[in-house]
């Protein structure tokens, strides 16, 4: 069974900052992982996600994480806020089939 | 190329009514999943059809909820004599092909409301 657990429900940055959202994950298999974004009122959209290779996956937005199995983690980081940025954040993974496991979200607002 | 469609937006049902939930998926994509949002929690799977197959259904709650993806039009999630507890926005999703490395699409969700 997969699980993850996202550290912190809300993160308040400055416009420019570093953003970082945390995510660890619980696989029985080797994971793969994901980070969706939702916009008030939208669908989930796909930020990026780690399949095999390079533990550093850059997506969409300026966003990357790296995949680091010896911690479980799959860490979400931007250099630089921008106020579109303000959204909610979700790491999910999935194992052995299509299922994806969510975790609970983090809501990210930046500060002008 | 549209993404995946959801309606209604918003629904209102008042306890003992049915819910009818409509997603039609990304063109060229025939596995469809649906997920539920409740109020701080992430998304939990329910069901995930193949075009006139329920492939796995082990997420839906056994009494109540139905799900379809007929050959022609869109994959209904029925939910019958609602109660409060079903309050929460349901997520479709959809992908060309199926496996755990493969992206799902998402659509904007329906917010079910439970009076």
């Known amino acids: 069974a997969q699980s993850v657990t996202q550290l912190g429900s809300h993160v308040s940055v400055s416009e420019g900052a570093l953003v970082l959202l945390r995510c660890n994950y619980s696989?029985?298999?080797?994971?793969?992982l994901f980070w969706y974004v939702q916009y008030p009122n939208q669908g989930l959209q796909l930020l990026l996600k780690?399949?095999?290779?390079?533990?550093l996956v850059k997506g969409i937005n300026g966003f990357e994480a790296e995949f680091k199995k010896s911690e479980t983690s799959f860490h979400l980081t931007k250099p630089s806020a921008h106020m579109s940025d303000a959204a909610e954040y979700f790491c999910a993974v999935s194992g052995a089939d299509y299922k994806l496991s969510f975790g609970a979200g983090t809501t990210v607002t930046v500060r002008a | 190329n549209a993404g995946v469609m959801q309606n209604p937006r918003h629904l209102v049902r008042r306890r003992g009514q049915e819910a009818r939930l409509r997603c039609s998926p990304m063109?060229?994509?025939?596995?469809v999943y649906w997920y539920r949002q409740l109020p701080e929690e992430g998304l939990k799977f329910m069901v995930y059809?193949?075009?006139?197959?329920?492939?796995?259904e082990s997420g839906m709650p056994k009494e109540r909820f139905s799900a379809e993806f007929p050959k022609e039009g869109p994959s209904i999630l029925r939910i019958q004599q609602v109660v409060r507890g079903d309050s929460a926005a349901y997520f479709c999703?959809?992908?060309?092909?199926?496996?755990?490395?493969?992206?799902?699409?998402f659509g904007p969700g329906t917010r079910l409301l439970v009076l």
């Open positions: 696989s029985s298999v080797p994971p793969y």
């Open positions: 059809l193949q075009k006139e197959n329920i492939i796995d």
């Open positions: 999703a959809s992908s060309p092909l199926q496996g755990p490395q493969e992206t799902q699409y």
């Open positions: 780690y399949t095999t290779g390079a533990t």
């Open positions: 063109k060229g994509h025939s596995h």
